[in-house]
């Protein structure tokens, strides 16, 4: 009895230090459980933490800025719907991208009714230790009968990797609770997207460099 009334309470400190999730309405058609206290990322923040040619669908982060999660949309077609292409394809650019990669789970799933393929590692990129959850889905225009404009969309909840034991059960439950309504979601995606207009990497690097010298 005691040792039942040791572990309950054991449980309980466990369960109070895990951040209490809320849903959140992601994009059009997609919603997940954050944790209650991220926030929306700023079109500053993202500039300068993500730059790229493509802007992200949505981004969200911790208060103190440390814990990221976001999606976004490859630029390319995809051809067709295998999950097992997909999935060799980009564990091959995690493999180029970062050193040091240790999978800690790897697979392709159903979660609440859509196909997924799920990578979890830790990794180094510039001397940094990340933890990084990646989940990836394939969604194409409602009216397309032929799979012609389907895109990759790319769920990402990253970290530094000191803080891997912390977030992993978080980063597991945010990605499981992904929920997306395929047609209303499908429904956005246009045969050919416009370009984004924001500010090119390059530009982006200059101007922190400004900063810094200032």
Same mark, same amino acid.
């Given at each position: 009895?005691? *040792?039942?009334? *040791?572990?309950?309470?054991?449980?309980?400190?466990? @369960?109070?230090?895990?951040?209490?999730? %809320?849903?959140?309405?992601?994009?059009?058609?997609?919603?997940?459980?954050?944790?209650?206290?991220?926030?929306? /990322?700023?079109?500053?923040?993202?500039?300068?933490? +993500?730059?790229?040619?493509?802007?992200?669908?949505? /981004? $969200? !982060?911790?208060?103190?800025?440390?814990?990221?999660? &976001?999606?976004?949309?490859?630029?390319?077609?995809?051809?067709?719907?295998?999950?097992?292409?997909?999935?060799?394809? +980009?564990?091959?650019?995690? %493999?180029? %991208?970062?050193? @040091?990669?240790?999978?800690?789970?790897? &697979? !392709?799933?159903?979660?609440?009714?859509?196909?997924?393929?799920?990578?979890? $590692?830790?990794?180094?990129?510039?001397?940094?230790?990340?933890?990084? +959850?990646?989940?990836?889905?394939?969604?194409?225009?409602?009216?397309?009968?032929?799979?012609?404009?389907?895109?990759?969309?790319?769920?990402?909840? =990253?970290?530094?990797?000191?803080? !891997?034991?912390?977030?992993?059960? =978080?980063?597991?439950?945010? %990605? +499981?609770?992904?929920?997306?309504?395929?047609?209303?979601?499908?429904?956005?995606?246009?045969?050919?997207?416009?370009?984004?207009?924001?500010?090119?990497?390059?530009?982006?690097?200059?101007?922190?460099?400004?900063? =810094?010298?200032?």
């Amino acid at each position: 009895m005691k *040792y039942l009334l *040791y572990i309950s309470i054991c449980l309980l400190f466990i @369960n109070a230090d895990e951040p209490k999730l %809320m849903p959140v309405k992601i994009t059009e058609g997609v919603t997940a459980s954050l944790p209650k206290d991220f926030v929306a /990322m700023s079109e500053g923040d993202i500039a300068q933490k +993500y730059p790229s040619t493509k802007k992200p669908l949505a /981004m $969200f !982060t911790s208060l103190d800025r440390t814990v990221d999660f &976001g999606l976004n949309v490859s630029k390319s077609l995809w051809a067709g719907s295998d999950f097992g292409i997909l999935k060799d394809m +980009y564990k091959a650019t995690i %493999m180029e %991208m970062y050193s @040091n990669v240790v999978f800690l789970h790897e &697979g !392709t799933e159903k979660i609440n009714g859509n196909d997924f393929v799920l990578f979890e $590692f830790t990794s180094e990129a510039d001397n940094i230790k990340k933890y990084t +959850y990646l989940s990836y889905t394939i969604i194409g225009n409602a009216k397309d009968k032929e799979n012609k404009t389907n895109r990759v969309y790319i769920f990402n909840f =990253t970290t530094d990797g000191n803080k !891997t034991a912390a977030w992993r059960e =978080t980063a597991k439950a945010v %990605m +499981y609770s992904i929920r997306i309504e395929p047609k209303k979601l499908a429904e956005t995606v246009e045969e050919y997207q416009q370009p984004h207009k924001g500010k090119r990497p390059i530009q982006v690097i200059k101007e922190n460099k400004n900063k =810094t010298k200032k």
